[in-house]
């Protein structure tokens, strides 16, 4: 699961139904540009990259 944490206050959780969604979830956290206009998908939703503070990875 991944914790997103919105610049806003809230928290979202991302679960995984498998390796390889969260494989190439945690690509896209690790080559985020925080700044660009880049968006990332999650729970039917699309998030902005620039609405995000920080993104955790949870075991």
């Known amino acids: 699961m991944i914790k997103i944490y919105m610049k806003s ?3 979202i959780d991302w679960e995984f139904e498998n390796e390889n969604d969260l494989k190439e979830a ?3 956290v690790e080559n985020a540009d925080f700044t660009s206009g880049d ?3 999650c729970l039917g939703m699309i998030i902005p990259f620039c609405n995000i503070d ?3 990875l949870m075991k």
């Open 9 to 11: 206050g809230a928290v």
């Open 26 to 28: 945690l690509e896209k």
């Open 39 to 41: 968006n990332v998908k």
């Open 54 to 56: 920080f993104m955790r």
